[in-house]
């Protein structure tokens, strides 16, 4: 098998779409394919290709530090500011516990370091602050967060590291 990390391209669609839907399935968390496209910009989002087929994906949009995405509308407008924001990432269900999941964060990261980022934020959110902490990004507990982000949602963020800002 043959893992690629690479570009999100239109024809990635619907199976991002599908590995979002069974991802959530139980939560209030799936948006579904138009506010997942809305929140897409190239060259922040990324799939896992196994073999020609999606097996999970990275999705992150400059956003203002401590601010985020609204859950309950597509995005409307492009931020331009030194913080990228990991709106979503997923790993088909197969797959998890492999470390494909830190093979995307620190895909994204390069690629936030070429782009001149200097932090990248997130939402953990389903019990998944544990993983985000094993990759770097530490807990802002004074955040306050909309419920549909889930009861135990926390907004977390990483420093973008110096060396990888400095060779884009």
């Not at 506010?35 to 799939?47: D, P």
């Not at 530490?138 to 977390?156: C, E, K, N, S, T």
Request: net charge neutral; charged share 20%.
């Amino acid at each position: 098998m043959t893992d690629v990390i690479r570009g999100l391209t239109e024809a990635d669609w619907p199976q991002v779409a599908a590995l979002e839907a069974g991802a959530y399935a139980d939560t209030a968390l799936t948006e579904g394919e138009d506010a997942l496209r809305s929140r897409a910009r190239e060259g922040t989002c990324f799939v896992l290709d196994r073999d020609g087929r999606i097996a999970g994906y990275v999705l992150a949009l400059p956003y203002p530090m401590f601010r985020y995405p609204d859950l309950t509308r597509p995005e409307a407008a492009a931020h331009r500011c030194a913080n990228l924001h990991l709106h979503d990432l997923v790993v088909g269900a197969p797959l998890r516990r492999a470390g494909l999941g830190s093979a995307l964060v620190r895909h994204l990261t390069e690629a936030a370091g070429a782009l001149g980022f200097r932090t990248i934020s997130l939402i953990a959110v389903a019990g998944k602050e544990p993983f985000w902490r094993a990759n770097g990004y530490r807990a802002h507990a004074g955040v306050r967060l909309p419920a549909g982000y889930g009861a135990d949602a926390v907004y977390m963020s990483a420093p973008v590291p110096t060396a990888l800002r400095e060779a884009s």
